[in-house]
């Protein structure tokens, strides 16, 4: 389904894009069910072949339940920091309640009370705005786009050498169908001034950081003559539902392409500037190297030779979700390999696979293309034809020519990671 210019998407659509209607269901049952036999935090058996098996993947974490949450993997608890696990990306939505977390300060909303909330909309501008949730649902035209939301951090794990901050595996990505206002038609209604430069995002949580600098706001900026205002929402609705909590509840930014870094949760302050923002969150972190793919050397930056700037646009990615390495295959058994694949550059219109690390490549078949922000799923069927191990490899190929590579590649806050991703398995004797 492209970008969609209405408000509602059916029911039955998202039940499908969702995987179908018995297995949401199924999932949706899980985490009571879990909780009753467990009391609290999950550990994953070792894998069949091995504890070694699967190591990369996801975090390396016990699972946790949140209030609206299936069992996820915890990376933190303060702030909360939770990843989602590998299977959730078969399907090119990711559900509402395995969908990851990420906050910064520790004192997030539980609750909003939704008579007194209101989204305000002040700075340079002719005419200051408040408005209720059902103003901004009544007022303003809705929208739909689907969506990938992706921390500028995730894989953080696997940069060598190893670099601070949380080490998040690949699950800290999701993508949703997001409908809300287009951001353009609040900034809009305001009339914003001559002179302005910047619109500036803030949402309700308070509170400690991990250091004092990082405390107590957590505030991000876009150009006002980035393109990506245009396309950029502001969303109450996620896969057709109220957002949860942790991931923003009432209404959330949405800035399609663009890390979600930007995409502020519980926004509750819009502000329209007439000079950039400086704050901490713009200036001394989630910062790249001005380098090509943002790559540089510890050398480089021990030398204060790094010039960093705002991370923005997601680079192309592609994932291997099944198999997983959890089990032996057996020989000339035909295995659908299963994956997602996005960019934040344009749509994915090439995904490859490979049986042999990358030697040689053979193209996959994509699944429904949803907008070129969205999840692409693909698969291709596999016939191993002699024991021992394999290694599989993916690699995406964008509308803009990106293609992913091996090269090696690192900056000073581990983030960009984009390299060709692999999973090895194991093929035996059918017994
Ligand atoms: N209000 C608020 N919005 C926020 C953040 C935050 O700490 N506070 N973190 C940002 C970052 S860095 C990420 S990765 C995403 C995570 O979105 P999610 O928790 O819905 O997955 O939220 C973004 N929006
Ligand atoms: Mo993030």
Not at 16 to 40: D, E, I, M, N
Not at 146 to 175: E, H, I, T, Y
Not at 177 to 192: E, M, P, Q, W, Y
Not at 262 to 278: G, H, S, Y
């Amino acid at each position: 389904m492209p970008e969609k210019d209405s408000g509602k998407i059916s029911r039955r659509f998202l039940l499908k894009a969702l995987g179908g209607g018995a297995a949401w269901l199924g999932l949706s049952k899980l985490p009571s069910a879990l909780a009753q036999v467990s009391g609290q935090a999950i550990k994953p058996l070792p894998g069949f072949t091995g504890p070694d098996a699967n190591p990369y993947w996801g975090a390396a974490g016990p699972f946790v339940i949140y209030p609206q949450k299936l069992p996820l993997i915890q990376i933190t608890d303060r702030p909360v920091q939770l990843e989602t696990p590998r299977h959730y990306f078969l399907t090119p939505f990711t559900p509402n309640a395995a969908f990851y977390v990420r906050w910064h300060l520790e004192g997030i909303p539980n609750a909003v009370n939704l008579s007194k909330w209101r989204l305000f909309l002040e700075g340079n501008v002719e005419k200051s705005l408040a408005l209720s949730l059902s103003d901004l649902m009544k007022q303003f035209k809705p929208v739909s786009i689907a969506a990938v939301n992706q921390c500028s951090g995730n894989s953080r794990s696997r940069f060598q050498p190893r670099v601070p901050g949380a080490q998040w595996g690949n699950g800290a990505m999701g993508n949703a169908l997001f409908t809300g206002v287009r951001l353009k038609d609040l900034l809009n209604s305001a009339r914003v001034r001559t002179g302005s430069v910047q619109v500036q995002f803030e949402g309700l949580e308070k509170g400690r950081g991990l250091t004092d600098s990082a405390s107590y706001r957590f505030l991000k900026s876009l150009h006002l003559n980035d393109p990506v205002i245009h396309e950029t929402i502001v969303a109450y609705e996620m896969n057709g539902e109220p957002l949860p909590m942790l991931n923003g509840f009432p209404v959330r930014l949405v800035v399609p392409g663009k890390f979600s870094t930007f995409w502020i949760k519980a926004l509750t302050w819009i502000r329209v500037l007439k000079e950039p923002d400086t704050n901490f969150w713009m200036t001394k972190t989630y910062c790249v190297p001005d380098t090509p793919r943002g790559n540089t050397t510890p050398e480089d930056v021990k030398n204060g030779r790094v010039n960093m700037v705002p991370v923005g646009t997601m680079p192309i990615r592609s994932f291997i979700v099944t198999p997983d390495g959890s089990g032996k295959i057996p020989l000339e058994m035909p295995v659908t390999v299963r994956g997602i694949a996005f960019s934040g550059y344009g749509r994915v219109v090439k995904v490859e696979f490979s049986d042999d690390d990358g030697k040689a490549w053979k193209k996959t078949r994509l699944g429904v293309d949803y907008g070129r922000y969205s999840f692409r799923t693909w698969e291709t069927t596999w016939i191993p034809k002699r024991i021992g191990k394999y290694m599989l490899a993916v690699q995406a190929t964008d509308e803009k020519g990106n293609v992913q590579s091996d090269e090696d590649y690192w900056n000073p806050k581990g983030y960009l990671w984009n390299k060709i991703e692999r999973q090895e398995v194991t093929v035996d004797v059918a017994q």
